[in-house]
């Protein structure tokens, strides 16, 4: 049985040979809103679709590495939980910290893609060979993208991200496949 997913063959193009995929927190891996506990923890959802992607990128030998404003325990213990290697937490700015993370890695932007929702995410947006961003990104951030997803910021857009990270590297439909 053929994949179901399809995605235009500019943006495959635009996306192939990405070894490294950058992405924000607030707003994108969640839906950008802060839950705060009667004792003043800031708690924040995720979607469970977005965490296998993270999963499906490493499988597939694309690196999955998050640069984030913030830093809190439960964020710390869910990235742990997905296996992410290249975390920047409480960073405001944000090209320093990918620049770093491309240099560990021996990769150049052009090998880089990254999905992000405000403002700080523009620098890294603009630098990678592909920018992705949720469809309830600020619309300074959208018109940056080359891509917009359907679906919102922790409501499936990283694993739409993902996906189309997958198809352009023409591993989806193996890693499809072990689960049939």
């Known amino acids: 049985m053929a994949p179901v997913l399809n995605f235009a063959p500019e943006l495959l193009l635009a996306a192939q040979g990405v070894q490294v995929a950058f ?3 607030d707003g994108v ?14 708690l924040k959802r995720f979607h469970i679709l977005d965490g ?8 597939a ?5 998050v640069i ?3 830093d809190s325990a439960p964020l710390r213990s869910r990235l742990k939980a997905l296996g992410l290697k290249h975390v920047h937490y409480a960073t405001e700015m944000k090209k320093p910290a990918a620049e770093k993370t491309l240099a560990e890695l021996g990769l150049g932007w052009h090998q880089a893609a990254a999905i992000g929702d405000d403002w700080p995410d523009l620098a890294v947006m ?14 300074e951030v959208k018109a940056a993208a080359r891509y917009v997803t359907h679906t919102a910021g922790g409501q499936g857009a990283v694993r739409e991200f993902c996906d189309l990270l997958l198809v352009a590297s023409g591993r989806y439909a193996t890693l499809l496949e072990a689960y049939r």
């Open 126 to 139: 603009g630098s990678c060979a592909f920018a992705a961003a949720p469809a309830n990104a600020h619309a």
């Open 23 to 25: 992405f924000d927190i």
């Open 29 to 42: 891996l969640t839906d950008g809103g802060l839950y705060l506990s009667g004792e003043g923890e800031t």
């Open 68 to 70: 984030t404003g913030r």
């Open 52 to 59: 296998l992607g993270l999963k499906l990128l490493q499988q």
């Open 61 to 65: 030998g694309i690196t999955p590495a």
